[in-house]
């Protein structure tokens, strides 16, 4: 992001606190996603994998 990239938020009607909420939120599951990933979690039967998701290089748990 960049303060252009702020500027058109507030444009929108965005508020700081509105910003700063979804900043972190995103953020977090950023996160948490990268955790998941390193520690080769699989996902849950119900879960769906993205279509450009690669996990054949993790051993297969089986």
């Known amino acids: 992001m960049e ?3 702020l500027a058109v938020l ?3 009607g965005f508020e700081e606190e509105a910003i700063s909420c979804a900043t972190q ?3 977090y599951f950023n996160y ?4 998941a990933d390193a520690l080769g979690v699989d996902l849950e039967e119900w879960m769906t994998p993205h279509p450009h998701g690669d996990r ?3 051993e297969d748990p089986a």
């Open 32 to 35: 948490i996603n990268r955790v």
């Open 3 to 5: 303060p252009a990239d």
């Open 25 to 27: 939120v995103v953020a």
């Open 56 to 58: 054949a290089h993790r």
């Open 10 to 12: 507030r444009e929108q």
